[in-house]
């Protein structure tokens, strides 16, 4: 176990950040902390980080309890903060060799990583270049190359594609992925679903501060009512046909407005036929027609009763 947090309480005068929040994250894992914004996530990192402190519970990383002047286990960790955090008057090269020389004192040893972090976030060109003349996505790679210089074994990243283009997104994603392949465990925090699904191979989802559901993005749909959604676009239909549509075999929910007609149906096959079917019966005329599988979206609503997006 790399991480294990237990009964996790954090306030701010009123407000509960973390509700006796659990968690634990395995060697080796891309863990994934999912939850829509204020629902605790930066907080939790933050006191796992003994950056903040906390009201109650227990914070054990690397088998070790966590404190502020835990050095020995802060050397192993990596971490890319929410907000940018470089000096804004070093080049891009020194920057990265700031942030390693806190860890790494060797200067033959401190250059080849150094070196490594820059070609791994691809910013060898930009070496020179100082933050205020990178792009949004170049500065993001530049705040990552800080963070993984000194090759820790565990990497905290607070959303960090938060405003990026797309092609800083991508190699952004493989890169993670890509340290994940050569032995660092990785906590990832987003309130995008995509990228959550994407890349972690176990999510925890937070609401309130608390945890309110854990396993593989699998497994969390499999634990839901949900098993397939369709939507019919450009269709009138009447109260007497919504109730009738509620009697096709596995439909659970039906809801329409603006002419546009959801079903959601639990375990079955034939659903989207069974529905088209009666719709030849009655005769009634329709555009385009969509299914989907659940998304973690569904998990969160079915779970909360609403949207994971604001
Ligand atoms: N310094 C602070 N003082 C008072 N309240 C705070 C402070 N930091 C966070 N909070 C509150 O604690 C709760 C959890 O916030 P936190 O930033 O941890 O959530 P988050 O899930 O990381 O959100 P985001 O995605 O917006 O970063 C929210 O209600 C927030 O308003």
């Not at 792009?135 to 990243?157: D, E, Q, T, V, Y």
Request: one cysteine or more; proline letters at 3%; aromatic letters at 8%.
């Amino acid at each position: 176990m790399i991480i294990e947090v237990r009964n996790l309480v954090k306030r701010y005068k009123d407000v509960i950040a973390l509700d006796h929040f659990n968690m634990q994250v395995e060697e080796g894992e891309i863990l994934g902390l999912l939850g829509p914004n204020g629902s605790g996530k930066t907080t939790a990192i933050n006191c796992m980080l003994s950056l903040l402190s906390f009201d109650k519970g227990e914070i054990k990383i690397f088998d070790k309890e966590m404190t502020p002047d835990a050095y020995d286990s802060k050397k192993d960790i990596g971490i890319i903060p929410q907000n940018v955090a470089v000096f804004h008057e070093l080049n891009v090269q020194d920057n990265v060799d700031y942030f390693c020389g806190l860890y790494i004192r060797d200067k033959a040893k401190r250059k080849k990583l150094v070196d490594e972090a820059i070609a791994f976030v691809a910013l060898d060109e930009y070496r020179k270049f100082k933050p205020g003349k990178l792009s949004g996505g170049l500065l993001r790679r530049l705040n990552i190359a800080c963070g993984i210089a000194h090759k820790p074994k565990l990497i905290f990243m607070d959303e960090p594609t938060v405003a990026v283009d797309p092609q800083s997104r991508n190699a952004i994603l493989e890169g993670i992925r890509r340290l994940n392949n050569e032995g660092a465990t990785i906590v990832y925090t987003s309130h995008y679903m995509e990228e959550v699904e994407e890349l972690c191979n176990r999510i925890i989802i937070m609401d309130k501060g608390k945890m309110i559901a854990s396993g593989s993005k699998e497994e969390l749909k499999a634990n839901i009512m949900l098993k397939e959604k369709v939507e019919v676009e450009q269709v009138t239909i009447s109260l007497r046909q919504i109730e009738e549509i509620k009697g096709i075999a596995n439909v659970y929910d039906v809801s329409y407005h603006s002419h546009t007609l959801q079903v959601k149906f639990m375990e079955g096959k034939r659903n989207m036929l069974n529905l088209m079917d009666y719709f030849a019966q009655e005769d009634i005329s329709y555009g385009k027609v969509y299914s989907q599988t659940p998304t973690l979206n569904d998990v969160f609503l079915e779970i909360t009763g609403k949207q994971l997006r604001d």
